[in-house]
Nanobody, 123 residues
Framework: QVQLVESGGGLVQAGGSLRLSCAAS????????TAWFRQAPGKEREFVAA????????FYADSVKGRFTISRDNAKITVYLQMNSLKPEDTAVYYCANTKSIFVRTPSNYDYWGQGTQVTVSS
């Protein structure tokens, strides 16, 4: 079992920044990658960014490329999502998740999910 706990969400004005954290515990040794997904009301969960366990490869959705940065600290078993130049359309519940699959953009490939953290961007 793997436990994931997100933190760092909140309310921010458009153009502002937030940093989300995802702390992992448990049997993380078989993880291929950790990702951030988000889900806005009435919409499907969508891929935001992912990072391989080794930290050497990252993946981004086109909608956040150049604004968001995913990183990890393996000593703390924590993954971060630095979000800059936030837009109202970034408003959603953000989830982190772990996968053993190389197909990191598909939510159904993820085995473990956190409880989510709300990000609200006001215009």
């Amino acid at each position: 079992q793997v436990q994931l706990v997100e933190s760092g969400g909140g309310l921010v004005q458009a153009g502002g920044s937030l940093r989300l954290s995802c702390a992992a515990s448990g049997r993380t040794f078989s993880t291929y990658a950790t990702a951030w997904f988000r889900q806005a009301p009435g919409k499907e969960r969508e891929f935001v960014a992912a990072i391989r366990w080794s930290g050497d490869i990252t993946f981004y959705a086109d909608s956040v490329k150049g604004r968001f940065t995913i990183s990890r600290d393996n000593a703390k078993i924590t993954v971060y999502l630095q979000m800059n130049s936030l837009k109202p359309e970034d408003t959603a519940v953000y989830y982190c998740a772990n996968t053993k699959s190389i197909f990191v953009r598909t939510p159904s490939n993820y085995d473990y999910w956190g409880q989510g953290t709300q990000v609200t961007v006001s215009s």
